[in-house]
């Protein structure tokens, strides 16, 4: 059983909340881990890279100077790879990387991602954060009483919280997500994860993948 500390927007200890590892399957795969996040990295890529082979580059197609004789080496066309401003043997041309793993198991991962989080004392449970008004003024300085100002954090609202997205959006380093939009990437690049108790309360809720057993 995992035991947080539970903070109110002074950054004082209001309370504790205990947190079962199996709710987030009980173990952590890195392996999967690993794939998926390589998965999300390669979906986010645009493939628009392109290259010119040496039959688009533009130029002659006549051979430089003849094959014998010359006492040089042999030559083909402007055009080869060989030469300045020719073409590129092999270079990449546009596709599509995207790929995708079983559903199951990138929600598996989702939620090992936030054990993992757990485990490391990454995690800080903050007891509400509703602000009054768009304040990036005050959400800074919630985030500075809870020594979370100079880390890259993810702060997890239970549902979509315009207030609180608009308020942080300009603070660098800082990522407001709904824990519905929650995914393995974005729990495992930050430093920190901060949640409202109303959060986590929805993390635990969430049903187990049989693929996180």
Known sequence: ??????????????GTVDVDPQEFGGEINRQLLHDVVLM????????????LRRGEVAGSTKKLFRQKGTGRARAGNRRTNKRKGGGT??????RDYEYHLPRRAVRA????????????????????????????????GILAKLQLDEKTCLVGTAGLDQTV???ARNIRGVEVLPTSQFHTYAVLR???LLLTKAALEALRQQKPTPAAQ
């Open 40 to 51: 999300y990295l390669a979906n986010q890529r645009a493939g628009t890279h392109s290259t």
């Open 109 to 140: 991962a989702t939620r090992m991602a936030i054990l993992s989080k757990l485990q490391d004392n990454e995690v800080v449970v903050i007891d509400e954060l509703n602000l009054p008004a768009i304040k990036t003024k005050e959400m800074a």
């Open 1 to 14: 059983m995992l035991t947080l500390n539970v903070y109110n927007r002074e950054g004082n200890t209001v």
């Open 190 to 192: 930050p430093k920190r």
């Open 165 to 167: 997205f608009r308020s």
């Open 89 to 94: 043997a092999k270079g990449p041309k546009p």
